[in-house]
């Protein structure tokens, strides 16, 4: 039952995280960009980031959880013996890598957004949007036994 309800939220966590970004990528940010208002920005930020940062969480506490029913320690990932070890600890990389990011920009770029800063901004959200898709296509490949 564990298992099943952790798959659950890993997958609730993932639509609302990679579906929040790519509207933000596709619907959003190429008209705030066009228009250089980066008020287009914020106020979806503004909104989004009530269930998107618990979105988030919610991936890294069912995703280590989940990890646990493969490896008998996450760190064992790190051998990268085979693509099971490989994916996992692949995806620990790209959540790390996500974080940085999600924090640089809430702390050095949305609190402060300006015309100025919005195309810096715009890498953010771009990178971890692929970072996001990243995670989801290495997900399925270990629910499908690797690629
Ligand atoms: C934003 C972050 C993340 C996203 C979007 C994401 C997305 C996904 C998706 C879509 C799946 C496939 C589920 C299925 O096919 O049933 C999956 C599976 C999985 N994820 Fe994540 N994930 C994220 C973070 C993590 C993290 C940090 C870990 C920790 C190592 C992790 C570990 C796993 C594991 C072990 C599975 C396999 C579960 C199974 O047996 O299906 N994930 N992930």
Not at 15 to 27: K, N, Q, R
Not at 65 to 81: E, G, K, Q
Not at 122 to 144: D, K, N, Q
């Amino acid at each position: 039952m564990t298992f099943k309800l952790l798959l659950i939220f890993h997958l609730l966590g993932s639509a609302v995280w990679v579906g929040g970004h790519l509207i933000l990528f596709i619907t959003i940010l190429p008209k705030a960009l066009r228009l250089r208002d980066p008020e287009i920005v914020s106020a979806f930020e503004s909104r989004y980031e009530k269930i998107g940062v618990p979105a988030l969480i919610i991936q890294v506490v069912t995703g280590i959880w989940l990890a646990h029913f493969y490896l008998n320690s996450i760190f064992d990932a790190f051998s990268f013996r085979d693509s099971l070890h490989t994916l996992i600890a692949l995806k620990i990389i790209l959540l790390l890598a996500t974080l940085v990011i999600a924090v640089h920009a809430r702390v050095r770029l949305i609190s402060k957004l300006t015309t100025n800063n919005l195309t810096f901004l715009a890498w953010h959200i771009s990178t971890i949007t692929v970072l996001g898709l990243l995670l989801l296509i290495l997900g399925a490949g270990i629910r499908s036994g690797g690629f």
